[in-house]
């Protein structure tokens, strides 16, 4: 039998191959995935959620019971000062007492040795009592620029406070050799950027921050350059669970004391 004659204008190359349909999914299997993945979303958003919460929840925990201590040193501070005056007044009675009895116009003999005994217990109250105001009432640093991490931000508190870990910084040949000498670096090893930050021992200290510190930190919002900051802003950094936030808390910070108040505080980039 003969094929029949092809037609005139048709040729094998506009041949046109369909690929055989599918039948669409159902429309309520595809809202059951779209649903799932929502799902599968705001149950990862609640997550980070809770955790970040539950990460300044123990910021503010540590802040505040920092507070509550420095508090708690300004009472006893208040009552040692005035138990000097009781016992500085005391002395000088005492005093006035001896030496009128050394007159003899007052007292003699044995008086005179119990006066003395008075006298000299009345002196080491007041030593003691003025040792322990200079123990509380010392600034918890020394005038001065140190490094430190920072721990905690009381923007709001009065006097504004900033909560810092003191370290030590080395630069160059001693920076590798601090290193080596904390286990940090092997012998023969090099620093490959010659800076070391030691912090061996937690040592926290709350010290006032002055309502004016001028406040320098990089990559603040991800923007480059140095940017400086208001205390209510780095109180916020210091609570923000942001990457650029956390790379910038991982930083020590230069902290300049003047007359017991921190009045500058400069990050450090590190390593």
Not at 54 to 77: F, I, T, Y
Not at 83 to 112: C, F, K, N, P, W
Not at 161 to 178: C, K, L, M, P, S
Request: no cysteine; net charge positive.
């Amino acid at each position: 039998m003969q094929a029949p004659p092809k037609h005139p204008d048709t040729h094998d190359r506009d041949l046109i191959v369909i690929p055989e349909a599918h039948l669409p999914l159902p429309r309520w299997l595809a809202f059951a995935f779209a649903g799932a993945a929502a799902f599968a979303l705001l149950l990862g958003a609640l997550g980070m959620y809770v955790v970040s919460r539950g990460d300044l929840r123990d910021r503010d925990s540590r802040l505040a019971a920092l507070v509550d201590r420095a508090s708690s040193a300004e009472d006893r501070a208040r009552l040692a000062s005035a138990q000097i005056t009781v016992l500085e007044s005391r002395v000088a009675d005492l005093r006035t007492v001896l030496t009128r009895s050394r007159a003899r116009t007052v007292v003699v003999g044995a008086s005179r040795t119990e006066l003395r005994r008075q006298l000299a217990d009345a002196r080491r109250e007041l030593d003691l009592a003025r040792e322990r105001i200079v123990a509380l009432t010392v600034p918890s640093a020394g005038d001065g620029r140190h490094i430190a991490s920072l721990v905690a931000v009381g923007a709001t508190q009065s006097p504004p406070r900033i909560v810092v870990d003191f370290g030590r910084w080395f630069t160059g040949e001693r920076a590798r050799q601090a290193a080596i000498a904390d286990g940090a670096l092997d012998p023969g090893e090099v620093l490959p950027h010659g800076r070391y930050l030691r912090n061996d021992t937690p040592d926290w200290r709350t010290v006032p921050l002055d309502a004016n510190a001028i406040i320098t930190v990089r990559g603040w919002h991800r923007r480059a350059g140095i940017s400086f900051l208001s205390l209510e802003e780095l109180q916020r950094l210091m609570r923000s669970n942001r990457v650029w936030a956390e790379r910038i808390r991982h930083d020590p910070f230069w902290v300049t004391v003047e007359g017991g108040r921190v009045t500058a505080i400069h990050e450090q980039r590190y390593p």
